[in-house]
C-alpha cells in the first residue's frame, strides 16, 4: 500500500503539481494524426488538466495551441483554419502554428503589427510518428529527444493507434497495463474462446494454465524489463517478458513474429485518462484489426470505448451470461473493455492506503517505488528519469515464448525457438 501523501504525489498531474511537472518533460500522444485534416476543423485535445486545439494548416503542417483565445477567451475550435495559422472568428486575431499572433485587425493600421507581436500565446512543439501527434509541453526551451519506438518509423498500412477514454486517474490505467497475473482470470473467456485460440495460438493454453507466475525483473535505463514465468505442464515453462518504458509505457508480450501491440497511459486530468493501443507489425501490412478480435467496439479510434457503459449500468455486465460461464460478463467485447471496467470501479482515484497487496503484484509496487523516486528527484534536482541520451528506444520489444524447464528465459533466443518449431 501507499501511505496518503504518496498516492497524491503519483496521482495528481495539475499545473503546480510535482508529478504534472515531470510527465510533461515527455513526449506523449496527443491525437490521431489521421484526426487532422488538412485546412479542416481544429481538434479539441486535453492534456494534463488543460484544454489545446490541435490542427492541420492548409499545407499540411501541424500545429498545437491553447483552446483559449488570448483576446476574449473564445474557443479556437470555432477558428478559421487559414494558409500560416488559426484565425478566431470572435474578432479575426490570427495565430501561427508556432505560436504567433500574426494578425489583430481589430487594432489600428499603425500599431498592429506591434502590438500583435505583444500578443502571448501558448503553443508546444509537435512530432507526428506512428500515425499519432505527439507533443512536448515541458519547461525546456529545446525539446528533450523524441522517443523512437520501432513503431513510430512504420508506414499507416503497418500501425493502427486507437485512443480509448477511462474515468480514472493515469495511474490506474498504467498499473492496469503493467499487471500480468490478471490475464489468467479477467480475461479467461476471450482466451479459451475460438477467436482467443486464433489470436493467440498455444499462447491462450500457457496463460490459462497457471494463474500464479513467478515474476523476475531487469532494470533498464527506460524502466525495466519483466518476466512472468508460468510453469506449465511436460516440462515446459512460458515467460511474457514485458518492457516498461516509464512514465507511460507497456510493451505487451507477444508471439516473436506477427502483429504487436503497446499501450501508453496519457493523463487527461486528474481523473481521466487517455489509453492508447498501437497495434503494429514490422514485418509486413496489418492484416486484422485489433479492436474487432473479440467482439464489437464503438468504431471510432478516437474513442474506442464510448459504448462501454459505466458504473450507471454495471458496464453493461452480463450475470446471465456469468451463470453461464463468462469469467467477466463483459460480453463480446475485447480485454480493453475488461480492463477499463475494472479500473472504473476502484474510483476515479483509487485509495491505495487501504490495498492489500501480494507476491504477484511485484510490478505494481516496483513501478511505484521508480515513479515516487523520478517525481522526487526531478522535483528536489530538475534531473528527468527514463530519458537517458544512450537509449536505443527502437530496440525496445516485448515478447512472449515457451522454453524447456530448467533454462533461463534471459538466454532464450525466442526467435530461433520460432524457427525451430515450424
Given at each position: 500500500?501507499?501511505?496518503q ?7 495528481r498531474?495539475?499545473p503546480?503539481?510535482a508529478m504534472?511537472?515531470?510527465l510533461r518533460?515527455?513526449w506523449?500522444?496527443a491525437?490521431r ?8 476543423a481544429?481538434?479539441?485535445v ?7 486545439v490541435?490542427?492541420?494548416s ?5 500545429g498545437f ?6 483576446h ?6 470555432l477558428a ?19 505560436g504567433?499572433c500574426i494578425?489583430?485587425?481589430t487594432e ?6 506591434k ?5 502571448p ?6 512530432h ?10 515541458g519547461a525546456?526551451?529545446?525539446p ?5 519506438y ?15 477514454v477511462?474515468?480514472t ?13 490478471h ?7 476471450n482466451?479459451?474462446?475460438d477467436?482467443g485460440?486464433e489470436?493467440?495460438?498455444d499462447e491462450?493454453d500457457?496463460?490459462l494454465?497457471d494463474g ?14 519483466e518476466?512472468?514465468?508460468r510453469?506449465e505442464?511436460?516440462g515446459v515453462?512460458?515467460?511474457?517478458v ?5 512514465p507511460?509505457f507497456?510493451?505487451i508480450p ?6 504487436r ?5 496519457i493523463?487527461i486530468?486528474d ?8 497495434l503494429?507489425?514490422?514485418?509486413g501490412?496489418?492484416t486484422?484489426d485489433?479492436m474487432?478480435?473479440?467482439g464489437?467496439?464503438s468504431?471510432?479510434?478516437?474513442h474506442f470505448n ?18 453461464a460461464?463468462h ?9 480493453a473493455y ?6 472504473e ?5 483509487v485509495?491505495r492506503?487501504?490495498e492489500?497487496?501480494?507476491?504477484c ?12 523516486d ?11 528519469a527514463?530519458?537517458?541520451?544512450d537509449i536505443d528506444?527502437?530496440?525496445?520489444r516485448a515478447v512472449s515464448f515457451?522454453?524447456p524447464e ?11 525457438l520460432?524457427e525451430?518449431?515450424?
Amino acid at each position: 500500500m501507499l501511505n496518503q501523501a504518496d498516492n497524491e504525489l503519483l496521482t495528481r498531474v495539475g499545473p503546480g503539481t510535482a508529478m504534472g511537472a515531470m510527465l510533461r518533460e515527455y513526449w506523449v500522444p496527443a491525437c490521431r494524426s489521421a484526426a487532422l485534416e488538412a485546412g479542416g476543423a481544429p481538434e479539441k485535445v486535453r492534456l494534463f488538466g488543460e484544454d489545446f486545439v490541435a490542427f492541420r494548416s492548409p499545407d499540411g503542417t501541424p500545429g498545437f495551441l491553447q483552446e483559449a483565445c488570448p483576446h476574449r477567451c473564445a474557443s479556437l475550435r470555432l477558428a478559421r483554419n487559414e494558409e500560416g495559422g488559426l484565425r478566431c472568428i470572435f474578432h479575426g486575431w490570427k495565430f501561427s502554428a508556432a505560436g504567433k499572433c500574426i494578425d489583430a485587425p481589430t487594432e489600428p493600421r499603425g500599431q498592429r503589427e506591434k502590438f500583435a507581436e505583444s500578443v502571448p500565446v501558448r503553443s508546444h512543439p509537435v512530432h507526428e510518428a506512428g500515425g499519432m501527434l505527439w507533443v512536448y509541453m515541458g519547461a525546456r526551451e529545446t525539446p528533450p529527444r523524441f522517443p523512437a519506438y520501432e513503431f513510430t518509423a512504420l508506414g499507416d498500412d503497418q500501425v493502427q493507434p486507437y485512443r480509448g477514454v477511462i474515468r480514472t486517474n493515469w495511474l490506474q490505467g498504467l498499473e492496469a497495463l503493467l499487471d500480468s497475473a490478471h490475464v489468467t482470470f479477467l480475461h479467461a473467456t476471450n482466451l479459451g474462446s475460438d477467436d482467443g485460440r486464433e489470436y493467440f495460438k498455444d499462447e491462450s493454453d500457457y496463460m490459462l494454465g497457471d494463474g500464479a507466475p513467478v515474476f523476475e525483473f531487469d532494470e533498464r535505463p527506460y524502466g525495466f524489463r519483466e518476466g512472468a514465468i508460468r510453469q506449465e505442464l511436460g516440462g515446459v515453462h512460458y515467460a511474457r517478458v514485458r518492457e516498461v518504458a516509464l512514465p507511460f509505457f507497456s510493451f505487451i508480450p507477444a508471439a516473436p513474429h506477427g502483429a504487436r501491440v503497446t499501450c501508453c497511459s496519457i493523463p487527461i486530468d486528474d481523473v481521466t485518462t487517455a489509453q492508447w493501443y498501437i497495434l503494429y507489425d514490422t514485418e509486413g501490412p496489418l492484416t486484422r484489426d485489433l479492436m474487432s478480435a473479440f467482439g464489437t467496439w464503438s468504431g471510432n479510434p478516437d474513442h474506442f470505448n464510448a459504448d462501454m457503459g459505466g458504473p450507471e449500468n454495471q458496464w453493461h455486465q452480463d450475470r446471465a451470461a456469468m451463470k453461464a460461464g463468462h469469467w467477466s460478463g463483459i460480453v463480446n467485447r475485447g480485454n480493453a473493455y475488461e480492463d477499463f471496467a475494472v479500473q472504473e470501479s476502484m474510483g476515479p482515484i483509487v485509495d491505495r492506503t487501504r490495498e492489500y497487496l501480494g507476491t504477484c503484484d511485484r510490478v505494481i509496487y516496483r513501478a511505484r517505488r521508480l515513479l515516487l523516486d523520478a517525481v522526487r528527484r526531478h522535483r528536489d534536482t530538475g534531473e528527468l528519469a527514463f530519458a537517458a541520451e544512450d537509449i536505443d528506444f527502437a530496440a525496445i520489444r516485448a515478447v512472449s515464448f515457451a522454453f524447456p524447464e530448467g533454462a533461463d528465459w534471459r538466454e532464450v533466443d525466442p526467435a530461433a525457438l520460432a524457427e525451430a518449431a515450424e
